[in-house]
């Protein structure tokens, strides 16, 4: 139980154009569900806390404009990243966490290379 | 304000000997803390958790953490380390549960032969 997938799971697109991705959580109902930017050999960075039905939450230096995130129903939260630069090439990952609970399950990430 | 510190971000251990990782956290309430392990190009699995009660914590895959409030710590440990142990371990904090995680800088663990 308590799967969390993410799509796609690479992609390379050109500087200027946007890409979206997908978190899905797939066996249970995720009122909150996170993301999370990961550079090569370090740590996870919270990007923005995104609630069912509500606008999310964006850490203190995310633009929220170019960082567009959506959550529409329980089990899917998406990421837009708009007019892509070089410098989001990047591994993002999603987590959901289970409803009333304290766990956050994570989706096994998306690499995004932008040429 | 939370955080965590994990000493060593590269540990190596023998195949069969002990496995410690270490992780110490700040935090202005009860925490929750958390680790995590990450094989390469892959998401975060978790391998256990301390919320409250009982202090010692046991997880998947053998591991296991104990709860030292008075040293703010929450150490991972395996008694025998196996050569699928080799991977990135990340420790966590959230101040209560459901809130944000704030992760530590993660250890690399190497297993040799």
């Known amino acids: 139980g308590a799967v969390v997938s993410q799509h796609p799971s690479w992609v390379i697109c050109k500087s200027g154009t946007s890409v979206k991705i997908e978190c899905r959580s797939l066996?249970?109902?995720?009122?909150?569900m996170f993301w999370y930017r990961q550079f090569p050999k370090q740590s996870l960075m919270l990007m923005a806390t995104?609630?069912?039905?509500?606008?999310?939450?964006?850490e203190q230096g995310v633009e929220k404009d170019k960082f567009l995130i959506n959550h529409a129903s329980l089990t899917l939260s998406t990421l837009t990243v708009t007019s892509a630069h070089p410098e989001d090439s990047s591994f993002y990952i999603c987590?959901?966490?289970?409803?009333?609970?304290?766990?956050?399950?994570f989706g096994p990430g998306t690499r995004l290379t932008v040429l | 304000a939370q955080s965590v510190t994990q000493l060593g971000s590269h540990v190596s251990v023998s195949e069969g000997a002990l496995v410690l990782l270490r992780c110490n956290y700040s935090s202005s309430v009860p925490p929750y803390l958390f680790w995590y392990v990450q094989y390469p190009n892959q998401g975060l699995q978790l391998l256990l958790k301390?919320?409250?009660?009982?202090?010692l914590v046991k997880g998947i895959n053998g591991f296991e953490a104990e709860f030292k409030k008075s040293e703010t710590s929450f150490h991972l440990t395996k008694p025998s380390a196996h050569m699928s142990d080799a991977a990135e371990y990340f420790c966590a904090v959230s101040e209560g549960g459901g809130n944000k995680l704030t992760f530590g800088t993660g250890t690399q663990l190497k297993v040799e032969l």
């Open positions: 995104s609630n069912e039905g509500s606008k999310a939450t964006y």
């Open positions: 301390y919320t409250t009660g009982a202090t």
């Open positions: 987590s959901a966490r289970v409803t009333d609970t304290d766990t956050q399950y």
């Open positions: 066996d249970f109902q995720a009122t909150t």
